[in-house]
Nanobody
């Protein structure tokens, strides 16, 4: 089992950047694929990006390609989401997730963080 804690959310102007972090407990972090999802007000939660256990392969939603970058540091049990060129439509609660299987668009990972709010003002 793994526990996840996100941090780094906040208020930023359109065009700005934020870096989210997700710290995982346990000694088997490198066994898990990691992903970020988001949920905007009144909308369903959606896949944003994921990274495989080794960090060598990543998957991005079309809406964030070229603007967001996921990375992981298995020595620090942490996954990061660098968000650049933020848009008001990126406003959402961002959730970190972990799964022993590869995380893709329609995945339902068993482990979730509590979420961190990102607000992008126009």
């Amino acid at each position: 089992q793994v526990q996840l804690v996100e941090s780094g959310g906040g208020l930023v102007q359109a065009g700005g950047s934020l870096r989210l972090s997700c710290a995982a407990s346990g000694r088997t972090f490198s066994s898990y694929a990691m992903g970020w999802f988001r949920q905007a007000p009144g909308k369903e939660r959606e896949f944003v990006v994921s990274i495989r256990r080794s960090g060598s392969i990543t998957y991005y939603a079309d809406s964030v390609k070229g603007r967001f970058t996921i990375s992981r540091d298995n020595a620090k049990n942490t996954v990061y989401l660098q968000m650049n060129s933020l848009k008001p439509e990126d406003t959402a609660v961002y959730y970190c997730a972990a799964d022993l299987r590869t995380i893709v668009v329609d995945s339902t990972p068993p482990y979730w963080g509590q979420g961190t709010q990102v607000i992008v003002s126009s």
